[in-house]
């Protein structure tokens, strides 16, 4: 079946650099785009094709991709980047055109 | 500024339907096709399906086949998602998401295409509770 796997939950402290990764096949065929979530609101476009960032993006977000995996990096994370992160792509193989990711919980420590 | 204002929460009974609206503006309607994306409390992200606003042909996902419609009034710039025979796992922030693209090529692989949800409505909250 069509999915993409992402790690739970991942910290990081405070002005470090964090890695939140994507896996899936179908990532082997189309880049990843990256949402983030805070409590009560609607996801936000961080990241997407190869390393794109919609206007008023901080350039701390990155994209990356190699085989199946698809990462979001931030460089030098900040409090207000604590928020749940959502990977996506298009999906070709299954009953689902598009699939998202299960999140990850980033935590700013 | 492209919004999208979704219609207000709903408290619908098992066996009932609800129907959600996402009015668009600040760009031109039929030009991008519309996602509807689902978020049960404390899970993730759920994709349900896509309109064309401009023809009104629409895609769902196989688990919503057959109980979800997806439709379009072009002349309020508004789509509509209605879902039937609801039961208490519909309980969920349900959410309008437009989708843009982008086609580049590479040397090696030629062109391809990218699709990426770049604007959200602020979400509408479905409960289902007898």
């Known amino acids: 079946s069509s999915e993409l796997t992402q790690d739970p939950a991942v910290s990081v402290a405070l002005g470090q650099t964090v890695r939140i990764t994507c896996q899936g096949d179908s990532l082997r065929s189309y880049y990843a785009s990256w949402y983030q979530q805070k409590p009560g609101q609607a996801p936000v476009l961080v990241i997407y094709g190869k390393n794109n960032r919609p206007s008023g993006i901080p350039d701390r977000f990155s994209g990356s991709s190699s085989g199946n995996t698809a990462s979001l990096t931030i460089t030098g994370a900040q409090a207000e980047d604590e928020a749940d992160y959502y990977c996506?792509?298009?999906?070709?193989?299954?009953?689902?055109?598009?699939?998202f990711g299960g999140g990850t919980k980033l935590t700013v420590l | 500024q492209v919004q999208l204002v979704q219609s207000g929460a709903e408290v619908k009974k098992p066996g009932a339907s609800v129907k959600v609206s996402c009015k668009a503006s600040?760009?031109?309607?039929?030009?991008?096709?519309m996602h509807w994306v689902r978020q049960a409390p404390g899970q993730g992200l759920e994709w349900m399906g896509i309109?064309?606003?401009?023809?009104?042909?629409?895609s769902y996902a196989q688990k919503f086949q057959g109980r979800v419609t997806m439709t379009r009034d072009t002349s309020t710039s508004t789509v509509y998602m209605e879902l039937s025979s609801l039961r208490s796992e519909d309980t969920a922030v349900y959410y309008c998401?437009?989708?843009?693209?982008?086609?580049?090529?590479?040397?090696?692989?030629?062109?391809?295409?990218?699709?990426?949800?770049?604007?959200w409505g602020q979400g509408t909250l479905v409960t289902v509770s007898s």
């Open positions: 600040g760009y031109t309607f039929t030009s991008y096709y």
């Open positions: 309109i064309n606003p401009s023809g009104g042909s629409t």
């Open positions: 996506n792509s298009r999906d070709s193989s299954g009953n689902h055109p598009w699939v």
């Open positions: 998401a437009r989708e843009s693209k982008f086609t580049y090529y590479d040397i090696l692989t030629g062109y391809s295409t990218e699709y990426y949800f770049d604007y």
